[in-house]
């Protein structure tokens, strides 16, 4: 089945840095989108970026979406403690929208 | 409060048991889902529900049994538990379904199969 596969496992910047994760995935997409989970905590949705666009924003929050590599990326901008979590990239796998198929994550830490 | 929420939030029992985790969403979403995140597997998919009374499988579905008679709730059964089913358990639900709109996930149970 269709995987989104984050990298890095594992980023830790200096509170203020951007934070860029990637995602990686293997055959024809609809949408891309892009979670956070806190731990302990449910994932809680960030983007959804469709395969008609390159890019999207909300907040402090930047998506690119490249369909020719099959990659996206996510930038945070002047991270805060409160942006350490997990971010994990999701799409449908291409047997059926309804399977939406999430990568391992990626573990971001904030140091203050 | 608007919102999923998910019971028990930790749920300990013995191998060979039936239990029952419980999901209830407050936004009348037509799909629900459900999941399990274990360490070095990521979330993976257990079984989801496009509207009341309509359930299909997902990646991971083998041992478990979902219902969902009414909107709002989807809950989902181990008919037999093993040890391979310890696990955190998420359920989620969405608008018009994964792949376009967001999923609203609960905050999970944690089941130990001892």
Not at chain 1, 7 to 36: F, H, V
Not at chain 2, 59 to 75: A, I, L, M, W
Request: net charge neutral; charged share 20%.
């Amino acid at each position: 089945s269709q995987q989104g596969e984050e990298d890095p496992q594992a980023l830790s910047i200096q509170e203020g840095e951007n934070a860029t994760m990637n995602c990686s995935y293997k055959t024809s997409i609809n949408n891309l989108q892009w979670y956070r989970q806190n731990s302990g905590r449910g994932l809680v949705h960030l983007i959804l970026i469709r395969s008609n666009e390159r890019e999207k924003h909300s907040g402090r929050l930047r998506v690119t979406l490249d369909t020719s590599k099959k990659s996206s990326s996510l930038l945070i901008t002047a991270s805060r403690a409160a942006d350490t979590a997990s971010y994990f990239c999701a799409t449908a796998d291409e047997q059926g929208a309804q399977k939406l198929v999430f990568g391992q994550g990626t573990r971001l830490t904030i140091n203050p | 409060d608007a919102g999923i929420t998910q019971s028990p939030r930790y749920k300990i029992t013995e191998t060979g048991r039936q239990v029952t985790l419980m999901c209830h969403q407050t936004w009348s979403h037509s799909y629900m889902f459900w999941y399990r995140q274990d360490l070095g597997h990521g979330l993976r998919l257990i079984y989801y529900s496009a509207a009341a009374d309509i359930t299909d499988k997902g990646e991971v579905p083998d041992g478990y049994v979902v219902s969902r008679s009414k909107t709002e709730n989807f809950p989902l059964t181990l008919e037999s538990a093993t040890r391979s089913q310890t696990s955190v358990y998420f359920c989620a639900s969405s608008e018009f379904g994964s792949d376009y709109s967001p999923l609203h996930f609960g905050n999970g149970t944690r089941l130990t199969v001892t």
